[in-house]
């Protein structure tokens, strides 16, 4: 499990496809990263992923066919920026929500504007994510923790501080651009417990 609280920017070093999967080698620049352990978890733009390798501040992790097919890790090249955290102690604070890096779907930046020394992005999700998703909800875009200001429809709002625009890589995103997002945890299990009572629901 993670927060969607970021702790570094890391970097794509190489890229290697393997019999249809990939490969990567990511700079992690985490301030300790002798912490860093083989088969730890690490949430990469939201992607929860194992470590293989370890050197130094360097790791390697294997991306299977099913995760390239469902998020953007197929769009990582040499050189792109990724947001990273480590999994989740008991021993660490809760400063975000409960993510648990399997992403739900791609959604698409579509746009943003300036809102004083912060800026209001917008984006567009599948329609099939729109019952989870409310204002004021929980919401993790490239593994980040954000709160949803508005949504209608398909589309949702958020707000991003100057300290989020400067800590994580969504700072460099335009319209059009894709994002890896996951849902509550907690509205994708309520949602479970209520389809039994809910006539309506797609899945009756």
Same mark, same amino acid.
């Given at each position: ?10 970097q ?6 393997k ?8 700079k ?11 088969g730890?978890?690490i ?28 998020? $953007? #890790?197929?769009?990582?090249?040499? %050189?792109? =920026? ?6 989740? +102690? !008991? ?28 800026e209001?992005?917008?984006f567009k ?21 954000? $709160? #949803?200001?508005?949504?209608?429809? %398909?589309? =949702?709002?958020?707000n991003?501080?100057p300290? +989020? !625009? ?13 994002v ?23 899945d009756?």
């Amino acid at each position: 499990m993670f927060t969607g609280i970021i702790q570094s920017i890391g970097q794509v070093l190489e890229r290697e496809e393997k019999s249809g999967d990939l490969r990567f080698a990511i700079k992690t620049h985490f301030s300790q990263p002798e912490k860093i352990k083989l088969g730890d978890s690490i949430a990469m733009d939201g992607v929860c992923l194992t470590v293989t390798d370890i050197n130094g501040d360097q790791v390697k992790v294997d991306v299977s066919v099913e995760t390239v097919e469902k998020t $953007t #890790v197929g769009d990582w090249q040499v %050189n792109r =920026l990724l947001n990273l955290e480590p999994a989740l +102690t !008991l021993q660490d604070q809760l400063g975000g929500h409960l993510v648990s890096g399997h992403v739900d779907a791609i959604a698409h930046c579509a746009g943003r504007q300036a809102s004083a020394r912060s800026e209001i992005f917008t984006f567009k999700f599948p329609a099939e994510l729109a019952r989870f998703i409310v204002t004021k909800g929980s919401i993790t875009i490239n593994g980040v923790s954000l $709160t #949803v200001n508005t949504v209608e429809d %398909n589309e =949702l709002s958020v707000n991003l501080v100057p300290h +989020t !625009l400067e800590h994580t890589n969504l700072s460099e995103l335009q319209a059009g651009d894709a994002v890896n997002i996951e849902i509550d945890t907690i509205a994708r299990y309520v949602d479970k417990m209520l389809q039994p009572h809910n006539t309506n629901h797609p899945d009756n």
